[in-house]
């Protein structure tokens, strides 16, 4: 009698183990769309960062396209994918070398009609793409985006919207989300942007326009209507603009844009204007990785991309001396700081501060 009552409880135990295995599924699957050009001063870190994301590889493919570069972004692109690629599902890769500008560009950051018709043209090519592999959601990505959250593609898939995007911060008033816009679909910026971008009012806002990394869940049907083309629109009265078409669009399909700041996800770069340089860009990097610097007291750099990492030579910016008093029983604040010396080019002598304790 003892006997049949532990094969009962045996048997019991089985069944539910059983179950629970049987109900347990595979993450969703997701493609990476990433466009890249003239970005080899920004892909060390946004690929690192984008490696370090705890979503499963293997629920992963890419889309990778570069063009028109006159950097060494094809390289870097080529060192990261030969070593990364069996991590993934899949990468469909498409990297042109030999291309170097359009026509009618005045610079290498103006934004001529024949750049946003490219781009606009890309853009579409990998929302068909996902939709042809089946994949569950689409990540829409630019090369100047820092996602130092490595939960961020887990945390929006879980948010269970259409088209969602994580708040992301610049060395400036800068961010990837408009709180408004006009009548001409240009940006318009409202009492609700601040709140929005300090995280005075922490949810996921619903907002005219997002951009720069923007999750589009596939399997909702309304997801169907979405598009960057202009002309697969009825009745479009907005510019030749990859981002506002796409915001446009949405709105027409009825299909809301969110922006979350629950959490801080990570940091994106301030555009260039027309007359600027990758100079320029690269100046803004550093401002940005010493923002980024606040909240973490290291960045993540794959070993095999610290080649391509270019510091400023360290000096004592026109003083004799710098120095920095640090408590020992505070070294997380010193590997801050030494980062900071490195990123900056200061040469700083450390000196023990007199614990008061």
Not at 41 to 60: A, C, G, M, V, W
Not at 115 to 131: C, G, T, V
Not at 150 to 165: C, D, F, G, M, Q
Not at 307 to 318: A, H, Q, R, S, W
Request: include cysteine; charge should be negative; hydrophobic fraction near 40%.
């Amino acid at each position: 009698m003892i006997l049949r009552g532990y094969l009962i409880i045996y048997s019991l135990i089985g069944f539910a183990w059983l179950v629970t295995c049987d109900t347990i599924l595979k993450e969703p699957t997701v493609l990476i769309s990433v466009l890249v050009r003239n970005k080899a001063h920004t892909l060390p870190y946004f690929l690192s960062l984008l490696e370090n994301q705890d979503y499963p590889k293997k629920r992963i493919s890419f889309w990778i396209r570069s063009d028109n570069n006159v950097d060494n972004s094809i390289e870097i692109l080529n060192k990261w994918i030969n070593s990364r690629s069996k991590m993934y599902h899949s990468m469909n890769v498409h990297l042109n070398a030999s291309s170097t500008g359009f026509e009618d560009e005045r610079s290498i950051a103006d934004w001529s009609p024949r750049r946003f018709a490219h781009i606009i043209d890309l853009r579409e090519q990998a929302l068909d793409y996902a939709k042809e592999i089946w994949a569950d959601f689409i990540l829409m990505l630019d090369a100047d985006v820092f996602l130092i959250n490595p939960s961020t593609i887990r945390n929006l898939i879980h948010k269970e919207y259409t088209v969602v995007a994580p708040l992301l911060r610049s060395d400036g008033m800068y961010s990837n989300f408009w709180a408004g816009m006009t009548t001409e679909h240009y940006y318009l910026r409202t009492e609700l942007y601040e709140p929005i971008l300090f995280r005075e009012k922490i949810d996921c806002h619903n907002v005219p326009m997002i951009h720069s990394v923007v999750l589009i869940d596939l399997r909702r049907r309304y997801s169907d209507y979405l598009t960057y083309k202009a002309e697969k629109l009825t009745d479009y009265d907005g510019p030749v603009d990859d981002i506002i078409t796409f915001a446009i669009g949405a709105n027409k399909s009825d299909v809301s844009l969110f922006v979350c700041n629950d959490d801080i996800y990570g940091f994106i770069m301030v555009p260039l204007e027309n007359d600027e340089t990758i100079a320029e860009d690269m100046q803004r990097l550093i401002n940005t990785k010493v923002e980024m610097l606040a909240f973490s007291d290291y960045l993540p750099l794959s070993d095999d991309l610290k080649e391509f990492v270019i510091y400023p030579e360290k000096d004592t910016l026109g003083v004799d001396n710098i120095y920095m008093i640090n408590l020992l029983r505070r070294p997380e604040r010193r590997r801050r700081m030494h980062r900071l010396f490195e990123e900056l080019g200061i040469r700083a002598e450390i000196i023990d501060a007199v614990d008061g304790r």
